[in-house]
Structure formats: C-alpha cells, structure tokens
C-alpha cells in the first residue's frame, strides 16, 4: 500500500482477535523497519519491553485503565526511551560503527561524534525527555505505519498509569516510559476521526493566526 | 513508492538546490497528509510556522548554527505545539466536530470529551511538553515520509539555539518551539546511516538487556 493510503486507513483499534497470535519474527521485523527512523544525532534511544504472556497482560490492565486490549491484542510494545543513549558511549560507538562502514570519513564521525556530545550535555533532565520523546515519536509513527502495511492493526496509548507501571516492570530510572502500542488483528473497526486542515494551523512567514 | 522502501530510502539532506521553490499549494498538501498522524486524544496540538523569505532565512541563520539548508532550502518549517491544544475549549470542540460527521455517538463523543480533559489537566507542565513533543514527533515522521514519497527531501534539525529562536519570532508562551524541518530538492545526497538492530533493543515480556 503507498503511504497516502496508508495514512488515511490507519485508524487507532481498541478491539481485536484474542485468537491471533504475533510471531517474534513478525514482530522482530516490523520493530527493525521502525528503527530506519531519524533520531537527533542519530542516537537511536528506542527500546522495547514485548508483552504478549497472560500473567503479565493481567497484571497490566489495572494499571491502563482496564482497557481490554491490553488482553487482546496480540502484543503490546512498551516504548522506553534509554537516557544513556544522549551519553558519550553511546553517541561515540554509533559514528564509529558509521565510519566502520563506510558511511562517511573520520573527519565526518570525530565531528559528528563531538557535535552530539556537547548538544546533550547542554540540555536540563526536562530538556533531555524533550528530545527522547521526540525522537520516540518519530520511532512510534513508524511502527505503526510499518505495521499497518503489514496487515496489523494498533492502538498508541498514553492512558495509564506512570508510577504503577514502573513498579510493576521494575524500570531502572535510565528508561523513560514513553507510550503503549498495541498490536494486532482488529476484531471491530475504530471509530473514524477527522483533522484539522493544515490551512487553519499554518503561518507564512509568521505565526499561526489563533482561531 | 511503497512505505518500505520510504523507510530504508530516506536520508537526511543536507545540501539542497538553492533555485528549487515549493508552491505553496503543494508544502499544504503536505503538511495535510502528515496531519493526518495520530495524537494523544486527538488533540492535534501541531503548528506551523513557514519560512521562505530570504530576510527572516538570513535572521535564523545563525540561530541555527549557521547551518546552509535554512538558506538553500525550498522551505523550513518550524514545528510548534500549541498547549491550548490540551485544553477544554479544543479538546470539546473536535469531539463536537466528530459527533457531528458521525464518527461516533453523542455518549462516545462525551466520554472522549470528559477522558481527554482529565487526563490532560492531571498532567504538570513538564509532563504535558513532553505529551506534545511525542504527539510532535509523530506529526513529523508523517510530514517527512510524505515529503520523501512526494519527491522531496528533507532533514529534522533539533540544533538551533531555542531562546534566540523564540525572541526572533516572538514565539507566545503557550507556543512549544518542537523542531526545524527544511524541506528541498537535494542538490547533494546525504550520508548513508546505519541503525542498532531491534533484536538488541528488545525485552521479551522483560527489560531489554543491557549492552
């Protein structure tokens, strides 16, 4: 499917095929074709926390409200963003690995390498979420379309709850929790939603006129 | 071309034809395509600001480290969120606007309403930036991918110095300045990038596991 069509279908589905399951394989390549999305500095501080075992979906669902796709999806992907990912060890091994493959001269990667380093570390905690959650969203829009394509169906969930979640999986404070996605075979139709016209948001060579 | 192929052939452009212009009609359709993207209870808090002059190019130079594309671009697009967005006002009015072209009930539309107004109003400041900068960020892997699909090429630019970019636009508070995105017609192709594969990101029903 192209992708004008792709971003007109793709509906957010709270209802799905408990019966469908989702190979590792399956899930494994949509994640990895998600991952060819930019991040700043190419930083790439997306991971993933799988969910698809019984007792782990029941221990879940209180904590987003009951909301029953958290049981009948067929997985539902954590999206964490890893603080350590803006820290140099991350940012020098990724140019290196770059360079390593051809990508661009030692000149590019010690320049590349230097301007990460120092763009990070002159961001505040809330600055640094900022940017994790930017570029987790650039990650997530391209999960969904990835999955889309695919045949599958999500949901992107910000509705639960953030404290309870992060006792229940135990997540270290380097992991942001970024979003919910469920994934699977849509039992019903979601509702459709419209737009607001660019027209009405944009400004040209100035700010947008408020409504 | 089909969404994968959109994935693996995008790459961040840095150089562009200086006498390439984009019709405005067509940056519209653009930015309606992406507009098209989910968001966190369909508030679509996504603004923008178009730049084209050369006057107001030639003030955000350095405010952008003197990077070239904000000159030889066709356009820049300066990505806001509005936080209104979030508010009672707009969040009522699009499940108004829903109701009415029948994408659900009037109870739907009423719990949608209720939902999202709570949900928004127990977050703090620093929890609603990061709610916009992830809804933002979805916006813009669409306006990217529809650009790239559309024969353009861009780059996602977080290196600018905020504090000079709100004074030289004059950016209101309850604007959040989100990202650059120059938009062209490369003039030069730009470097390959390579990215982690998933299967070293991933936890299965667990945290993924450390490097």
Redesign the interface.
Same mark, same amino acid.
């Given at each position: $499917?192209?992708?004008?069509e792709? /971003?007109?279908k793709?509906r957010?589905t709270r209802h799905y095929d408990a019966n469908t399951a989702i190979e590792?394989d399956e899930l494994?390549r949509l994640?990895?074709?998600? *991952? +060819?999305? @930019?991040s700043?500095n190419?930083a790439?501080p #997306?991971? &993933?926390?799988?969910?698809? =075992?019984a007792p782990?979906r029941e221990k879940l669902l209180p904590v987003a409200y009951n909301q029953q796709q958290i049981l009948t999806a067929s997985a539902i992907v954590l999206l964490?963003a890893d603080r350590r990912a803006y820290q140099r060890d991350n940012l020098a091994r990724?140019h290196q =690995?770059?360079f390593e493959?051809? *990508?661009?001269s030692a000149e590019?990667r010690d320049f590349l390498t230097e301007?990460a380093v120092g &763009?990070y570390a002159s961001l505040d905690n809330?600055e640094t979420?900022?940017?994790l $959650? !930017? %570029?987790?969203? /650039? #990650?997530? $829009?391209?999960f $969904? !379309?990835?999955a889309e %394509?695919a045949g599958w169906n999500t949901v992107?969930m910000?509705?639960y709850q953030p404290a309870a979640l992060r006792e229940l999986?135990?997540?270290?404070p380097h992991?942001l929790d970024?979003?919910l996605i469920a994934i699977g075979k849509g039992s019903k139709e979601g509702? +459709?939603?419209? +737009? +607001? @016209?660019? =027209?009405s /948001?944009?400004? #040209?060579?100035?700010? @947008?006129t408020p409504d």
């Open positions: $499917m192209n992708l004008s792709l /971003l007109h793709r957010s590792r494994t994640l990895n074709a998600a *991952c +060819r999305a @930019p700043g190419n790439q #997306w991971r &993933f926390l799988i969910i698809t =075992e782990l964490l990724i =690995e770059g493959n051809g *990508c661009f590019v301007a &763009f809330a979420d900022k940017a $959650m !930017l %570029d987790c969203g /650039l #990650w997530a $829009m391209s $969904m !379309l990835a %394509d992107p910000s509705g999986l135990a997540l270290p992991y970024v979003m509702h +459709r939603s419209l +737009r +607001r @016209p660019a =027209e /948001l944009v400004g #040209w060579n100035a700010l @947008p």
